[in-house]
């Protein structure tokens, strides 16, 4: 099944989003705060260190590959669901070092639907990495919804809308190379079909008109595995076509933790060749890249921005 993209309006949308997470990124330094190199030092305001947690970078050799569907379709399989928490950051001059102290948004999806866990206490329904590894989330005062789904009336500067949708689903779209056989990126994109009903403040008429609502949600890219607070996580890394970050996190298993993950073939089942414009300009980010924009403790990266400060 094919659904139409509605281009204009969306990629307004996501470029006023997109933009306020890249003004909120730019100045991101390192999530842990570094201890003073004074050896003489020893006050309490010199001794800034933080309890939070750095990922490490995992290099022991895996022990076979799988592609993304089957490492999607086997935790569903198990757990019902998959787990992915997702990132997005800005251009910096600074490193990022991946850390319990990081914020990210919560995404399931359960081979249907993909659903937003919204942090109410965060206005960007965020939530701290280190309360979601360690197991203190209440999810009792989320807002949790599917993407694409329903949703009743709001205040907007004109009046009011309702959305009711009516067909939605999920895709997985592959974007390949020219040759078209060969992929470069895959992605779980939101597809809803539906109604859209508006009235002026002061009207009690509603207007009825037909809405198309698509969103890329979750994006695979460069596949790098971590280790944070003992636990190893998959990780896969997007540049997006406003030259903003994705960083995805996803817990491993006994399935996958000692496995490469890797794309599918064009033409895998459940999958389909992605035809959406934008999403075509999406880029997994290199992996000499990669290394330059994320530090791990230990590595001459770190050592070098260490010495530099």
């Keep these: 099944m094919n659904a139409t993209h509605t281009g204009g309006k969306f990629i307004m949308k996501k470029a006023i989003s ?6 909120c990124m730019l100045c991101m330094v390192t999530a842990c705060e570094k201890k003073d190199k004074k050896e003489n030092d020893t006050s309490a305001a010199q001794a800034t260190e933080t309890d939070c947690t750095a990922a490490e970078l995992v290099t022991t050799e895996p022990e076979g590959e799988i592609t993304i569907s089957e490492m999607i379709d086997q935790r569903i399989k198990e757990e019902g669901k998959i787990m992915i928490y997702r990132m997005h950051f800005g251009p910096s001059k600074t490193p990022l070092e991946i850390t319990e102290d990081l914020n990210v948004n919560i995404i399931s999806y359960d081979g249907k639907e993909l659903i937003d866990y919204g942090n109410s206490s965060n206005r960007r329904g965020e939530t701290r990495l280190g309360d979601i590894i360690h197991n203190k989330v209440d999810y009792s005062t989320y807002d949790i919804g599917a993407y694409g789904a329903s949703w009743k009336w709001h205040d907007t500067k004109y009046g009011y809308e309702k959305y009711t949708a009516e067909e ?3 895709q997985r779209e592959i974007t390949t190379d020219d040759s078209g056989n060969n992929a470069r990126l895959e992605t779980l994109y939101s597809y809803s079909k539906g109604t859209l009903y508006t009235r002026e403040e002061e009207s009690e008429i509603w207007n009825q008109t037909e809405k198309e609502e698509s969103q890329d949600i979750v994006s695979f890219g460069t596949f790098e595995r971590i280790k944070l607070d003992g636990k190893t996580y998959m990780t ?3 540049r997006d076509n406003l030259d903003l970050i994705e960083y995805d996190i996803i817990p491993d298993n006994k399935f996958t933790e000692n496995k490469t993950v890797v794309y599918d073939t064009p033409g895998t089942e459940k999958t389909t060749v992605n035809t959406v414009d934008y999403l075509k300009k999406y880029q997994a980010v290199p992996k000499e890249e990669l290394e330059q924009m994320i530090i791990f403790p230990g590595s ?6 260490q010495a530099a400060d």
């Design 18 to 23: 997109v933009l306020m997470i890249a003004a």
């Design 300 to 305: 001459e990266k770190a050592e070098s921005s």
């Design 236 to 238: 896969f890394c997007v």
């Design 168 to 170: 939605r689903y999920v």
